[in-house]
């Protein structure tokens, strides 16, 4: 790290912040109170801009606009990055702000380019303060259904075959009796 300059998202931060299909943003309110939500969508609709940016497409969610609301009165925020199965978390400290879609249409149609469905309300960007990568011992490996899916149905597709085998072999068995 040069001088206070914090270090630089490099190519493994940006990949892994792209692969994933959500994350978990704290931020603050104005009472000093901590606000945690989770945001989801396809793999992809969090983009790294640049070595110290990261953005992504506001939907419209529950229309409480808490985290909103609280990045408009203190920016603080940190992002938690999970990848369960590998056990490997990524923390971001950063300071948000919440841009209207007209201000860069360019830019907005960047960050719709992969996004969560629904109605795009605003961008969320996220100046890069700090980030650590953090020890993977107490981290439980979980599976989303897409990981899950990928490798049950090849178990699926030769349980059926094995089953279709064994009622053919039971029928065969079952008219020499």
């Not at 630089?8 to 309110?29: K, W």
Request: glycine share 8%; aromatic share 10%.
């Amino acid at each position: 790290m040069e001088g206070d300059a914090p270090e630089p998202l490099a190519a493994d931060e940006a990949a892994f912040i792209e692969a994933r299909d959500g994350f978990y943003l704290a931020s603050v309110s104005e009472t000093g109170w901590p606000y945690v939500q989770f945001k989801g969508g396809a793999p992809g609709f969090l983009h790294v801009l640049d070595e110290r940016t990261i953005g992504y497409a506001d939907v419209r969610g529950n229309r409480q606009y808490i985290s909103t609301g609280n990045v408009r009165a203190d920016g603080r925020v940190a992002l938690f990055f999970m990848d369960y199965p590998q056990q490997r978390r990524l923390k971001i400290f950063g300071r948000a702000s919440v841009q209207p879609l007209h201000d860069d249409p360019a830019l907005a149609e960047r960050l719709s380019a992969v996004r969560t469905p629904g109605q795009v309300e605003r961008l969320m960007l996220i100046h890069v303060e700090g980030f650590n990568w953090n020890c993977p011992q107490h981290i439980t490996p979980r599976y989303a259904k897409a990981e899950l899916e990928a490798v049950l149905d090849p178990i699926r597709t030769r349980l059926a075959a094995l089953e279709e085998e064994n009622r053919r072999l039971r029928t065969r068995l079952s008219d020499h009796t």
